[in-house]
């Protein structure tokens, strides 16, 4: 991959490097356009750009605290140089859409607090795995609480695009949660190497399918914790976010017998696009759900929906179709409505679908006012909105209550 800069990029580079994120954002958006830049010193006009953290009243930062956070560029990684279209379709990422802030800074520009320390007995490391279609790197969280001893839970959790395995796990709060009930969680990592912005690549056909591509990455991943860990084959679940819950849905479809139970935060239906052009149709329109695979290979696999009605980056369509598609082909489906409200918070809408037996299809969540951004998240990391409801709770009590379904005896 060529890591030449393209033309217009050196400004944006520049405001980035001084500070001036909201600056080099107006910059980029303004070549995307196709329109002036702003001329170094002009205050930029910022428009259709979502906050990456969602804090009204960001709790202030204490003194002693401030060591623990470094700035970093709002554009780190690579980029292709080529036609302005191609650039800007770069620039976006492919399910991201918005540009983040620097590592260390909220999308108000204020400190983000650290990530919360591992406890004594915990552990956070990382390592790889490689197979024909590449390497991938990982961050494995290995709880302190060992429970009972018995082989335990694992999640796997698939980032949004310029996110990285530290960033979402700071901002999901997952490890936390983990050491509650005493689960594993893998992070597996996309590098800029394999997508500019750091974005699985959900919508390239060789990356939908079992066997092929990321998914036979992430599944080596999964696999390879497994032989390593004592987990239960019943109690294994995979997650993500945005271009990370979009692979989510497609690892469920692929590899049912391998993950129990899925959840896609402000994700899209595995099928919703085959190139670059298509993707950017379903995230704008939503691409509708494709059909699922039918016969014994392709059991219904138990989904957690979470997506905000005010969602601009992917459109909340996406969020009805990936519910919608999990429950095809499941027989005497029914269903019921809750809504709820989080103090101070969001308000939502939860349908939960179950089968004739009462068995678990899919929850859909839908956010009132939120955007793209994990709900309930902290502003640890980028693209929360500490808001409301708490997505990571409920996605991981969703797992629990839905370990493998072993098929009855004659």
């Known amino acids: 991959m060529n890591n030449r800069v393209p033309t217009g990029m050196a400004e944006a580079l520049r405001r980035t490097q001084a500070g001036d994120l909201a600056g080099a954002t107006a910059h980029l958006q303004r070549l995307l356009r196709g329109t002036a830049p702003v001329p170094p010193g002009a205050d930029p006009t910022i428009i259709d750009v979502e906050p990456v953290t969602v804090n009204d009243t960001p709790d202030p930062v204490p003194p002693h605290r401030a060591t623990a956070f470094k700035p970093a560029g709002a554009f780190a990684g690579r980029f292709h140089p080529g036609p302005r279209a191609g650039l800007g379709k770069t620039l976006r990422g492919l399910a991201a859409g918005v540009l983040p802030t620097g590592a260390g800074f909220g999308g108000n520009g204020t400190l983000r607090p650290a990530a919360d320390p591992l406890p004594d007995g915990a552990a956070f490391t990382t390592a790889s795995f490689t197979n024909n279609a590449g390497t991938r790197s990982y961050k494995l969280y290995v709880p302190a609480n060992r429970g009972d001893g018995r082989p335990r839970p694992l999640l796997v959790m698939l980032h949004g695009c310029t996110q990285s395995p530290d960033d979402f796990a700071a901002g999901t709060r997952m490890n936390a949660l983990a050491e509650e009930h005493g689960c594993l969680v893998v992070y597996p990592a996309q590098p800029s190497s394999a997508n500019a912005q750091k974005c699985w690549n959900w919508f390239n056909p060789l990356d939908q399918r079992r066997g092929d591509g990321e998914p036979s990455l992430i599944a080596g991943i999964t696999r390879q914790v497994m032989r390593d860990h004592a987990v239960d084959p019943d109690r294994v679940f995979v997650a993500g976010l945005s271009a990370g819950g979009a692979a989510a849905a497609i690892m469920g479809a692929a590899y049912p017998d391998l993950y129990a139970a899925v959840g896609v935060h402000s994700g899209l ?72 409200q989080v103090p101070g918070g969001h308000g939502y809408r939860r349908h939960i679908h179950t089968d004739a037996a009462g068995r ?20 640890s ?30």
């Open 381 to 410: 990391g980028s693209y929360t909105d500490p808001r409301g409801p708490d997505a990571s709770r409920e996605m991981l009590r969703f797992f629990l209550a839905n370990p493998r379904r072993r098929p009855s005896a004659p």
């Open 269 to 340: 239906p595995r099928g919703a696009a085959s190139d670059i052009p298509s993707a950017f149709v379903a995230m704008r329109q939503g691409g509708g759900p494709a059909e699922r695979p039918s016969g014994p290979a392709a059991p219904v696999v138990p989904t957690i929906v979470f997506h905000g009605d005010r969602d601009t980056t992917v459109h909340p369509r996406n969020g009805d179709d990936v519910a919608a598609q999990s429950r095809m082909g499941a027989a005497g489906a029914r269903v019921s409505v809750e809504h709820g």
């Open 360 to 379: 678990a299809l899919c929850e859909q969540w839908t956010i009132r006012g939120a955007g793209h951004a994990w709900a309930g998240g902290s502003p």
